[in-house]
Structure formats: structure tokens, C-alpha cells
């Protein structure tokens, strides 16, 4: 697959998400558990770990059929966004 960017959605305050190659992919907003709303974007090398709740190898054959695959966010993406290193010595 070519693209080097997917896009995360989350479905309300559930834990019910989904990736997609394509920004506002309209195949996904015709899920009848809508409202999806978007939470992240990543590349390939951020999700290579499963850390996300999803492999990345597993999540291809779906997006390139359906256009989107679903899956159950871990407490590490749906948590609350970490500080990065330069953030974090400002507010020192």
C-alpha cells in the first residue's frame, strides 16, 4: 500500500475505532454506529507495534476492501495526549 499516512477515528466516548487511508473516508461515516469523529493521524512506523490496538499487516487487506478496518482502541491511544520532551521543559 502506498500510502504513508492513515487516519484514526474514534466513535463517541467508546473505545470502538477505526483507520483508514483516506481523510474523511465516506464509507466509514455510513456505519450505523455513528457519530465517528477524528482522533489521530499516524504513519505505518507508528502503529508496527500493535501498541495502538491493531497491527498494521492486519489492518491492510480491509482498508484496501472496505476502506476502513475496525478495531478496539488500547488505553494508550484513547488516553490523554502525552507532552513531548520540549513541551514538558517549558512548563518546568
Known amino acids: 500500500m502506498g500510502a504513508e ?4 477515528y474514534r466513535c463517541g466516548d467508546t473505545d470502538a475505532c477505526a483507520v483508514t487511508a483516506v481523510k474523511n473516508e465516506p464509507r466509514l461515516s455510513a456505519q450505523p454506529s455513528a457519530p465517528w469523529r477524528f ?3 499516524v504513519t505505518r512506523y ?5 501498541s495502538h490496538g ?3 499487516d492486519a489492518a ?4 484496501l476492501s472496505d476502506g476502513f478496518f475496525l478495531f478496539t482502541g488500547t488505553a494508550k491511544l484513547l488516553g490523554p495526549p502525552s507532552l513531548s520532551p520540549r513541551r514538558e521543559a517549558a512548563n518546568v
Open 60 to 63: 491492510i487487506s480491509k482498508i
Open 39 to 41: 482522533w489521530m493521524q
Open 5 to 8: 499516512r492513515f487516519y484514526i
Open 54 to 56: 491493531f497491527g498494521f
Open 46 to 50: 507508528q502503529v508496527a507495534d500493535a
